[in-house]
Structures are given as structure tokens and as C-alpha cells.
């Protein structure tokens, strides 16, 4: 048996095709992320975006094709090894996530649940988040008395708080202006400097703030249309009439 490559891509897609209700909402989509990669994922309504990160976290299966975390093929996990997988990742999906009955404290420590941890060793890792995402001095509201963007700092406080390898954020942004925006990116850059943090946001609004050779990828009806930087998608969306009218925002 050939031995697994020593530093193989945090995530691969290869071949991938999922069918929902008889449509092909994902078309022999391939994509790999790397250690390190900050990746954006655009595109419009219904072009996959969620369904191609529900994949890369196990919660879906595909039709068709292979999904490696870690280096590890998704197929032939068992549930615990799935979810050793999981507590490498930190995650933010779509729509919010916080318990309403449990203080913002209560919602940042709850990936904490399953971590043999001492409440020194706890309290310091609450702390570092809350401090990073500014949220001192709310820990003891529940979450309906915090403002929408400090909710959603709430949400990426608890997806960082394990310290992850790979941080997956569907639909980051949403109500949140450019300023926050651009705060919470700045986190992201630091940790991804500083700890090598990856990470994967589907996020139209971020294309905006994000550097020129930051990378994009571009989906539409299931299909990836783009994978390269910024800058890049620039360049060749003036020539390439399908992407800018996607980037345009027409149907
Ligand atoms: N649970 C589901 N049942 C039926 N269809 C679904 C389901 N989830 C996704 N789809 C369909 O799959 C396609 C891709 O959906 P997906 O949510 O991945 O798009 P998206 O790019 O994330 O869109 P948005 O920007 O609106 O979140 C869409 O056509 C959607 O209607």
C-alpha cells in the first residue's frame, strides 16, 4: 500500500457530483485547498456554495466522487474518526448557531464539551477569543441582547476557540457591515500568520475586502468556473463574459 503524502491538502474535492431532488447541483466540481490558504468561495444564489461545505464536513455524502479531510477519504471513515476530524475544524454555518437559553460564555465553551480541560485551561481560552473578536464584558448576556454583528463575533469566538487547523465559514458576512467585516478578516489573517490557520469562507460580500492575491473560486450552477487570485479574476473576467456577468450580479 502506498503511504499517505506527508503534507497532503487540508481538503480535495475530486470528481464530485450531487444530485438533489434529480437536479445536478454539483458538476464534476474538483478543487483542493492547501495549509494556509485563505480561500473565498463565490457565487450566486444556488450556484453549491453550501452544499460543496456541507461535503468537505461530512454532513452530506456525494453522488459521486471523492472527499479527503485531512488527507483522509471521507467515504471510509467511521463515525469517531469523523468526528477526531471534526475537532480539528472550526466551523460557522449559515443562519447562526447560538443557544438562545445559554450566556454568550456558555455558547464559546460548548466545542469545549468533549476536551479534558481544567477551568484555568478553559477560562484562558475563552479569554484569548473574546479578546480577539471584542467581546469583553458580554460574556454573561444571552445571545438576543447582542447586536447581529456581535452575534456573529460570538460564532466565529466559538469556531475558534479549540484553536482549529481549518476554519469553515458559510455565509460569514451576513448582516455585517465593511467595517466589521474587514475587522473580522484581520483576525483571520493574523491567526493564519501567526498559527497557520486555513481557512475557507463562501462569502460574496468578502471580495471586497479581501488582498489581490488572495484566492477566489467561482461557482455557478454547480460548476467551478474560476480557481485563482483576485487580481487574477479581475483580468479575466473583463474578457470572459459568463463570469462578469456573475460577478455583476446578473441572473
Ligand atoms: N436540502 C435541500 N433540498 C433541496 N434542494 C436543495 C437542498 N440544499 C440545496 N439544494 C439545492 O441545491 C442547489 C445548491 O444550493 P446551495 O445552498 O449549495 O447554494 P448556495 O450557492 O450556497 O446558495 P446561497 O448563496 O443562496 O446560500 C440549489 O439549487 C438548491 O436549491
Wanted: hydrophobic fraction near 40%.
Amino acid at each position: 500500500m502506498n503511504a499517505p503524502p506527508a503534507n497532503p491538502p487540508l481538503v480535495e474535492l475530486d470528481q464530485v457530483f450531487q444530485h438533489v431532488n434529480g437536479r445536478c447541483a454539483l458538476n464534476a466540481l474538483s478543487l483542493s485547498v492547501r495549509r494556509g490558504d485563505a480561500l473565498l468561495l463565490i457565487g450566486p444564489n444556488g450556484a453549491g456554495k453550501s452544499l460543496t461545505l456541507r461535503l468537505m464536513l461530512g454532513l452530506d455524502q456525494p453522488s459521486s466522487g471523492a472527499i479527503r479531510l485531512f488527507g483522509q477519504d471521507l467515504a471510509t471513515l467511521t463515525d469517531a474518526q469523523m468526528n477526531r476530524l471534526r475537532s480539528r475544524l472550526g466551523v460557522v454555518l449559515q443562519g447562526g448557531s447560538l443557544l438562545d437559553e445559554l450566556t454568550l460564555l456558555e455558547n464559546l465553551l460548548l466545542p469545549m464539551r468533549s476536551r479534558p480541560l481544567d477551568r484555568s485551561a478553559l477560562a484562558r481560552a475563552a479569554r484569548l477569543v473574546i479578546t480577539q473578536l471584542q467581546l469583553d464584558g458580554m460574556t454573561h448576556h444571552y445571545p438576543r441582547a447582542l447586536s447581529l454583528g456581535q452575534r456573529r463575533s460570538a460564532e466565529l469566538a466559538r469556531a475558534l476557540i479549540n484553536q482549529p487547523e481549518l476554519l469553515i465559514c458559510d455565509g460569514l458576512s451576513d448582516g455585517l457591515d465593511r467595517p466589521a467585516l474587514r475587522d473580522i478578516l484581520s483576525i483571520l489573517q493574523v491567526q493564519r500568520e501567526t498559527r497557520g490557520l486555513t481557512f475557507i469562507a463562501t462569502d460574496n460580500a468578502m471580495l471586497d475586502v479581501i488582498g489581490p492575491e488572495d484566492r477566489v473560486l467561482v461557482m455557478d450552477r454547480g460548476r467551478l468556473l474560476f480557481d485563482g487570485t483576485r487580481a487574477g479574476l479581475e483580468n479575466t473576467s473583463a474578457e470572459d463574459l459568463e463570469l462578469r456577468t456573475i460577478l455583476e450580479g446578473h441572473p
